[in-house]
């Protein structure tokens, strides 16, 4: 409040100021005028013509001024004191203060083009109704091939002619597009992104992970040599170890028989290792009509093997459809989401294996069991790999805490998500998710439906 007056009150000063001069100097004026008509005997014609000449005045200064503002040149620093004075150095301080904006708003912008320009990444602005090109950086040149000024204006699919960059365009290029071979210089890998930017406007944004796929590759191609290097040596000992009978060293039988349990592990961490590093490097897998029917019996039987009578298993298969995808390793996953619901459910527990159709057309796999259940924090880590809840009951039980991650990789491959709910102490439910296109028809119900 205080303060507020205060402005107030060194605001008006000048203006003040200014009223009172001009009054005294009317006032002045026309007593001079009144003085000398009265000294000649003429005082209201002197008077009238007095009032005449300062109105002409005014409108001189108002035109002077309306002149200055139409012209839009830039104002000089006012001299006097009158009004008018004033009004002009109004007029210049809002000028000066109009032009400093001005200049901070130009570096302002000027700094955001420089810093979009010397981005690493690529960044173009498109027009959101055709795509065509409004801006590029320097950086898109060299990722994306573009060229100042021939490609402004052009359509963006028009000049990276990639199908896969066009097809992610058309399809409105809602998630990031991975691993896109650029258009620009050789061999360069890049990922894109596509951000709405303004009601006109999008960003799309390619950025060069060449070196970051080389590096995934050499890490894949690494783990899948050491495993590979590893496999001889451990069927060597494993045979060896096979060979020697427990009864024939009785004082050795139980180290051998936990030599025994750990080179079988040892040996299905590298089968798994080796099965992972095939499903990565795959973009896709060979697809067949997938029977059901026998895959679930088969899996059941599996289950009932495993379970050895301590749990029950019990089947249902509502879906009446099979899948369109790759039998082995539709059968991998599924026996690895079976095989954990046995193996870390208690005996007495249930198992059900759900074959049924989703709300969306689609049909899933859903293994479920009324084991110990996985508390909420660690189920967005489960299919990485080595990851444990409890890494004693996993070794213990014999898993490699390889199973989720192969099953993950699996059904990416077929287009299907992984989808996990449990509660500690109630059990789990994993299910396989596959989109209506993997789902086909079985032969028996085909022939039903026709007769
Ligand atoms: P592992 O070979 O150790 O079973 P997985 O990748 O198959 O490895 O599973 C990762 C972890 O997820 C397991 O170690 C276990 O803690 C947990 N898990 C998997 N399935 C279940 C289940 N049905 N019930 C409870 N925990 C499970």
């Not at 007056?5 to 026309?30: D, E, G």
């Not at 139409?70 to 000028?95: I, M």
């Not at 989109?435 to 086909?440: D, F, G, Q, V, Y």
Request: glycine fraction near 8%; include cysteine; hydrophobic fraction near 40%.
């Amino acid at each position: 409040m205080t303060l507020s007056v205060r402005h107030r009150f060194r605001a008006s000063t000048p203006y003040k100021r200014a009223w009172q001069h001009t009054a005294l100097r009317l006032l002045l004026i026309l007593l001079a005028v009144l003085g000398v008509g009265v000294w000649i005997g003429q005082p209201w014609p002197l008077l009238c013509a007095g009032l005449l000449g300062v109105l002409i005045w005014h409108y001189a200064q108002l035109h002077g001024l309306l002149g200055l503002l139409n012209r839009r040149r830039r104002l000089s620093p006012p001299r006097g004191q009158g009004v008018f004075s004033e009004l002009s150095r109004v007029l210049y301080e809002r000028q000066r203060e109009g032009q400093a904006r001005k200049r901070r708003l130009l570096g302002t912008l000027r700094a955001f083009r420089q810093a979009a320009a010397a981005l690493p990444d690529a960044v173009v602005v498109l027009s959101r109704s055709d795509q065509r090109i409004e801006w590029f950086n320097k950086s898109s040149e060299r990722l994306l091939g573009l060229s100042y000024p021939r490609d402004l204006d052009n359509r963006f699919s028009n000049l990276v002619r990639t199908p896969r960059v066009t097809a992610w365009l058309e399809s409105g290029a809602e998630e990031p597009l991975l691993d896109v071979q650029g258009t620009g210089e050789e061999g360069l890998r890049l990922s894109m992104r596509l951000i709405d930017y303004t009601a006109e406007e999008q960003l799309l944004i390619a950025r060069d992970v060449s070196k970051l796929l080389h590096l995934e590759q050499v890490r894949r191609d690494f783990v899948a040599n050491v495993s590979h290097e590893l496999r001889t040596p451990l069927t060597v000992l494993h045979g060896y170890l096979d060979m020697l009978e427990p009864d024939d060293v009785p004082e050795w039988a139980s180290v051998l028989g936990e030599m025994r349990r750990q080179s079988g592990r040892m040996t299905q961490i590298v089968e798994d290792l080796l099965t992972l590093s095939q499903l990565e490097s795959r973009d896709s897998l060979p697809l067949e009509r997938v029977e059901m029917a026998p895959m679930l019996a088969s899996l059941l039987a599996e289950a009932e093997a495993m379970s050895a009578g301590r749990h029950r298993i019990v089947l249902e298969d509502s879906a009446g459809c099979d899948l369109l995808g790759s039998a082995k390793e539709l059968h991998s996953a599924f026996s690895n989401l079976i095989i954990n619901a046995v193996r870390y459910t208690p005996a007495g527990g249930d198992v059900r294996v759900e074959f049924h159709r989703s709300g969306d057309g689609g049909v899933g796999l859903c293994v479920v069991d009324t084991g110990p259940g996985i508390a909420p924090q660690h189920l967005a880590r489960l299919t990485e790999r080595f990851y444990r809840v409890s890494t004693s009951r996993s070794r213990d039980s014999g898993g490699t805490g390889l199973g989720l991650a192969i099953v993950k990789h699996i059904l990416q491959l077929h287009h299907a998500q992984l989808r996990l709910e449990s509660e500690v102490g109630r059990g789990s439910r994993f299910c396989c998710a596959f989109i209506a296109r993997h789902c086909l028809p079985r032969d028996d119900e085909m022939a039903d439906t026709a007769s």
